[in-house]
């Protein structure tokens, strides 16, 4: 099994709402990631999270909440979200072994609309 | 801080043709590169992962190559298909990791039958 799985593949939320995306991944890879991508845009990275603990947070809003419950899922919570957080919503995994050869395995991806 | 630049943002080519994708990079002190592909609306797929130490790697109709000193990296693509349709964005690592990567913005392209 070489899929990373991310649940919705479309979620549309008013900016009071709360919602959550969902990733899971069965590869035994240790570490998971948060992307986001607008249109035309290359992915830019959110969280990261290494053996289940968060390793990296690139200075993302706190209407952002990541949570790793174990070492195949990986959730995102929503709050008080704006419109212009609309976008693409990626999950990743990678082994996390450093190596030369280290590869990123992608989700299809949440569309994410912010009315 | 290291910059990656894809030219051109979007490319057409009839089908049959051979073509090259390009990719530059500001720091030559990298680990390896990645060659994704996107579908519109969906995630990345990794098409080839070139070490630093390697000049080039193949899979199929596809090879990619790697000159760390101009810091340059092509991806060629024989006999193209309207299937081939898709962004292709390559990434650097200068760390090793897969946390750290810089992605290009990609260059859309376009197979018309």
């Known amino acids: 099994d070489t899929e990373v799985t991310q649940t919705p593949k479309h979620l549309v939320m008013g900016m009071t709402n709360k919602k959550s995306l969902k990733c899971e991944q069965h590869m035994g890879h240790r570490a998971m990631y948060w992307y986001k991508q607008k249109a035309k845009k290359p992915p830019e990275l959110m969280f990261v999270y290494s053996y289940e603990k968060l390793s990296i947070n690139e200075s993302v809003p706190s209407r952002f909440s990541p949570e790793c419950p174990n070492s195949s899922l990986l959730n995102l919570h929503l709050h008080a979200l704006q419109p212009e957080d609309s976008a693409l919503y990626l999950c990743a995994s990678s082994q996390d072994w450093g190596g030369v050869r280290e590869k990123l395995f992608f989700g299809s991806g949440t569309q994410l609309s912010v009315l | 801080k290291q910059e990656v630049t894809q030219i051109p943002a979007a490319l057409s080519v009839p089908e049959g043709e051979n073509l090259v994708l390009n990719c530059s990079f500001t720091?030559?002190?990298?680990?390896?590169l990645q060659w994704f592909r996107q579908d519109p609306g969906k995630g990345l797929t990794s098409l080839l992962l070139?070490?630093?130490?390697?000049r080039e790697q193949t899979s199929g109709r596809l090879n990619a190559s790697l000159d760390k000193s101009s810091g340059r990296s092509t991806l060629y693509i024989a006999a193209s298909q309207p299937g081939d349709s898709a962004t292709y964005l390559c990434?650097?690592?200068?760390?090793?990791?897969?946390?750290?990567?810089?992605f290009g913005s990609g260059t859309q392209l376009t197979v018309l039958p």
């Open positions: 990434a650097v690592s200068l760390s090793g990791s897969a946390r750290q990567l810089t």
């Open positions: 720091d030559s002190a990298i680990y390896n």
């Open positions: 070139i070490q630093s130490s390697q």
